[in-house]
């Protein structure tokens, strides 16, 4: 049974952290390219960060310099380490996994999805 699993999600202040962690089992993680989306209310669901074909990453220009995605294969756990926090990257965050990688970063494209965890920045 394939299951990701997001936690560390919260309410912080404008310029704070927070780490997220995707724990997943049930499927060999470390043959998928994983990503990061979020949506946010009214709006649709973004690409975020992601590995991409060549084993490097990939970020939206909106938050570039900012967050950093990571893995621990060992662990087969995916992070999203999300620094100088803004309002507007409130949100709900979904980790997601793909077999084959898309050119386009979509949600379409992607098979396997987390349930989300919250995060909520204020001014």
């Known amino acids: 049974q394939v299951q990701l699993v997001e936690s560390g999600g919260g309410s912080v202040q404008a310029g704070g952290s927070l780490r997220l962690s995707c724990a997943t089992s049930?499927?060999?993680?470390?043959?998928?390219?994983m990503g990061w989306f979020r949506q946010a209310p009214g709006k649709e669901r973004e690409g975020v960060a992601r590995?991409?074909?060549?084993?490097?990453?990939d970020y939206a220009d909106s938050v570039k310099g900012r967050f950093t995605i990571s893995r621990d294969n060992a662990v087969n756990t995916v992070y999203l380490q999300l620094n100088s926090l803004k309002p507007e990257d409130t949100a709900v965050y979904y980790c997601a996994a793909t077999r084959y990688y898309p050119s386009t970063f979509a949600p379409v494209y992607y098979d396997y999805w987390g349930q989300g965890t919250q995060v909520t920045v204020s001014s």
């Open positions: 590995f991409s074909s060549a084993g490097a990453t």
């Open positions: 049930g499927f060999a993680a470390s043959r998928y390219y």
